[in-house]
């Protein structure tokens, strides 16, 4: 015995195994033969055997017998190579079976038998052979389930008359070719063979190569080559499998029909210099790959329903036939003849050869086919579905070609300017690439509700942008969108051309969605008497201007510029501005109202040191233009205390104090040309300190002395009609320094009456940093640092209730009148073109309020106030106050 393998074990064998061999039988009649040889290898119950290159397994010689031939004295068998039972055997090297035994001396001659090389005797098993491998003795399968292999890397050879029953490989019931060499078959045999090509070439001359017709051949992940001209067919099932396979057809002069059905997920290839032609009903979906040489189609169905990838040099030939494929790759050439092509994929390909042909093509489903290479086929092409893009120019470039495209269909033009003999548009026509691409229609153009999509950088007259030139007449109506390239919006006087028709302009082309750049909103427009066939995009109301007819004897007069309209966003960002600095703004009696109230208890006049206030306030303004509307309402709350306090021996007094807020401003602008409105929204905090002197203390009357600081922080947001929000952050410290004068003008009836002038310096420094929005405009704020002064006069009456007669709990209602002035007006810089409000420079305001008690303890101030500017520029504003003395 040489070697035994146990279950489930593996050798690996580079050297020598030899079965030992039988012994000897004497001449004797007591003995009734030699011994047998051993196995070289011995698997008992499965296991894998792999007989490197250079080394051998051999079984062990047979016993000899004695020299008398009296006897019935039978020689020892020779010992079997490999034998054993779930056995998958490698072999590279030499694997031989033992010789019997002979007899001795002057015995007569005894035929000696050579023993299987290999033999499997239960289970499933396979033997593969590798280049190198040498077999001296038969190879016994066990049932029809072994498999026989060719395989490893390195190219060999093998002569099928050796598979039969009574040839060298005997019994095997599958064929298969694996790893990455090419096998040639040589020799013919009439047992079915049925191959599998799993890896690698299987390379054949004649069809008896792959013996009987019977048997099958599966594709499923190898390659059949065809040698020679005189195979041309094969009448044998042929199945692809998962992993795909393919023919290669070596000779150029040969055509090899493959007529029968190929189904399926797996992709079929063809390689070499022959053609392929394909003839059956195929119905796989792995995609076409022609590699090299030619693939015919005579059924509609030949390619199968994937993509086609057809390489450089290489060629697929339709034949005139309608097909339908997935999609269309590589740099080929695909030939339709008569016949129309219709690409049919949800995924994307890229082809970049030439198709040719007087047949038409048609893009459906929902991928993209890119077409790059110069094509040269004439019939229409037409866009159901997905998107048929031209990726290099002069893809689209063929004067006898009319496009259609439909209502799921988008030409993508990819940048490259373009020409096309007529175009109708029911889907989506996109320019694509920097601007300045130009689709030339030699005929008509007509729109039934499509979609063409400019890209421009939009700017004045000249800034460059994409163009469609129509040399025959338009019909129908199309929506034309614009894309800006970085623009920063320019005043224009005639327009932007977008569109120019050369024959009868009865075609309308609508503007769909906003076209905004910088400060200003572009509109689409018709151009008037000769430039009447014309379309313009324009930041401007003046329509273009219309050149004289014949040379004019003096000099032609410009046209007057037009109003340029501005974007409403504009409005929302100074609201947004002006919101954040008025928010928190207040006078003294704003903030404490009346602050003595007398205890209860002790009869003795204290001053409160906790208060609140909340309010809120409707404005309305429009820009420096008078096309932009702005409304605004605010709500803020105020929490404060006194934190300090003392007085003088003058009598004065004076306190020191903290307070904190919340508020929101929420504005809305809306353009009065183009309809179009943008909401701003700001909501934020502040903190401060607040000090106050009162020269007579307590004494209602005398002059007092107020200053407030600040700093206030924002969350600010603009949306604007079918544009993207924008958001940014403002901040920033204010202050204010208020003084008047309290005149007592005496008492009657148990009221008092003053008059009290005032005036406030307040300065507001809250502002945002530069910001540029989601479509590259560069918004800065203007209008910061702002001053506002304001003089006025108060005249109110202290009265008491009856509870509180000789208690010091009072109320006083009020009535005053102020002129305020701002230093700055709040604007907005948008790439460069400044926008501000309007009408806030001069401001008249009149309040009255009432500051009284509710409870003994407990004080409410309120008030209503308002202001009114020019230009329709108002305020409206009302306060709640409590305090509550503790």
């Known amino acids: 015995m040489g070697v035994i393998l146990l279950s489930g074990g593996h050798l690996f064998n580079g050297g020598t195994i030899i079965g030992g061999d039988g012994g000897g039988a004497p001449g004797s009649k007591s003995f009734s033969g030699a011994g047998d040889g051993g196995v070289g290898v011995l698997s008992t119950a499965g296991g894998q055997v792999v007989n490197a290159a250079g080394a ?72 593969e052979l590798q280049a190198g491998s040498v077999i001296s003795g038969n190879v016994l399968a066990f049932s029809k389930a072994d498999t026989f292999k060719l395989g490893g890397d390195t190219d060999s050879s093998f002569d099928v008359s050796s598979i039969g029953g009574a040839a060298q490989y005997r019994g095997f019931g ?118 090299k040489g030619v693939v015919k189609a005579t059924t509609a169905t030949a390619f199968g329903s994937g993509v086609v990838n057809i390489a450089s040099g290489a060629k697929a030939d339709m034949s005139d036939l309608d097909m339908t494929i997935g999609g269309l790759e590589g740099a080929g050439v695909i030939t339709m003849g008569q016949g129309d092509l219709t690409l049919d994929g949800g995924f994307d390909s890229t082809f970049a050869g030439v198709i040719d042909g007087t047949g038409g093509l048609t893009k459906t489903g929902t991928g993209t086919q890119t077409l790059s290479g110069i094509n040269t086929y004439t019939g229409l092409t037409t866009v159901t579905g997905g998107t048929l893009s031209q990726g290099a120019a ?23 300017s373009t020409t096309v003999a007529a175009l109708s548009n029911g889907g989506s026509v996109t320019f694509g690439g920097t601007g300045g691409t130009v689709l030339n229609v030699t005929g008509n153009y007509s729109g039934s509700g499509g979609l063409l999509v400019f890209n421009s950088v939009l700017g004045d007259d000249a800034s460059n942008t994409d163009k469609l030139v129509v040399n025959g007449n338009t019909s129908g109506t199309t929506r034309v969108s614009v894309n800006n390239l970085g623009g920063s919006g320019a005043s224009t006087l005639s ?240 202050t204010s320094l208020e003084s008047g004068y309290v ?6 009836a148990g009221n008092s009456y003053f008059l009290q002038p005032k005036a406030q310096l307040a300065w507001s420094g809250i502002h945002a ?63 460069g073109i400044n926008v501000s409000q309007e009408g806030s420079r001069n401001i008249a305001e009149f309040r009255v309020g009432v500051e009284g008690p509710v409870m003994p303890q407990l004080n409410v101030t309120t008030s209503l106030a308002h202001q009114a500017g020019s230009n329709g520029w108002s305020d409206t504003a009302g306060t709640l106050g409590l305090k509550y003395s503790f």
């Open 394 to 416: 002069g893809a689209f470039n063929t004067t006898s070609s009319g496009y259609t495209v439909g209502t799921d269909g988008t030409l993508a033009l990819g940048g490259f």
């Open 174 to 291: 599958k064929f298969e070719k694996t790893g990455d060499s090419t096998w040639t078959l040589s020799g013919t045999t009439g047992d079915v063979t049925a191959w599998t090509l799993s890896r690698g070439t299987l390379s054949v001359s004649d069809d008896a190569n792959l013996g009987a017709v019977a048997g099958g051949l599966t594709l499923d992940g190898g390659t059949l080559q065809v040698t020679g001209t005189q195979y041309t067919s094969s009448a044998r099932p042929i199945t692809l499998g998962e992993h795909g396979g393919g023919f290669d057809i070596v000779d150029v002069n040969n055509a090899f029909t493959v007529a029968q059905t190929l189904s399926g997920q797996g992709a079929l290839w063809k390689r070499g210099d022959g053609t392929l032609i394909l003839s059956g009903d195929n119905r796989f979906s792995g995609g076409l790959t022609v590699e």
């Open 56 to 127: 051998s397994i051999t079984g062990g010689a047979g016993g000899l017998t004695t020299s008398n031939p009296s006897f019935d004295i039978y020689a020892g068998q020779g010992g079997v190579g490999v034998k054993g039972e779930n056995v998958s055997l490698v072999n590279a090297g030499n694997i031989t079976g033992g010789m019997s035994g002979g007899r001795t001396l002057n015995a007569p001659t005894v035929t000696r038998i050579q023993a299987a090389a290999v033999q499997f005797t239960g289970g499933v098993n396979s033997i």
């Open 495 to 734: 327009g932007m051309e977008l569109i120019s028709v050369g024959g009868n302009s009865a075609g309308e082309f609508t503007q769909q969605g906003r076209i905004a750049a910088g400060a200003y909103d572009y509109s689409l427009m018709r151009g008037t008497g000769a430039d009447a066939n014309n379309w313009y995009l324009s930041s401007s109301l003046t329509p273009p201007a219309i050149p004289p007819v014949d040379p004019p004897v003096t000099p032609p007069v410009d046209p007057a510029p037009g109003v340029q309209v501005l974007r409403p966003e504009a409005g929302a960002y100074i609201g947004n501005l002006a919101g954040a600095n008025s928010m928190f703004t207040e006078n003294l009696d704003d903030r404490l109202g009346e602050t003595e109230y007398t205890d209860e208890v002790t009869g003795e006049h204290k001053v409160t040191s906790l208060w609140m206030r909340t309010g809120g306030g409707r404005n309305r303004s429009e820009d420096s233009s008078g096309q932009l509307k702005m409304k605004a309402n605010r709500y803020s709350v105020l929490l404060g205390g006194d934190l300090a306090g003392g007085s003088s021996r003058n009598g004065s007094t004076w306190r020191l104090g903290g307070l904190a807020g919340y508020g929101n401003d929420r504005n809305t602008t809306t353009s009065d040309i183009t309809g179009y409105r943008a909401k701003g929204e700001v909501d934020g905090y502040t903190a401060g300190l607040y000090g106050t002197w009162y020269a007579n203390g307590s004494d209602e009357a005398g002059l007092y002395v107020d200053n407030l600081l600040q700093y206030s922080w924002f969350n600010n947001t603009v949306i604007g009609d079918e544009l993207a929000n924008e958001s940014y952050k403002s901040k920033g410290l204010s």
């Open 743 to 748: 005149f007592d003008l005496g008492s009657r």
């Open 769 to 831: 940093d530069d910001y540029t929005e989601q479509n590259g405009t560069r918004v800065s704020a203007t209008g910061g640092n702002n001053v506002r002064s304001s003089l006025g006069v108060k005249a109110f009456m202290k009265g008491y209730t009856a509870q509180g007669e000789g208690k010091q709990q009072s109320f006083k209602p009020y009535a005053e009148v102020n002129w305020i002035n701002n230093s700055e007006d709040y604007g907005v810089r948008m790439d």
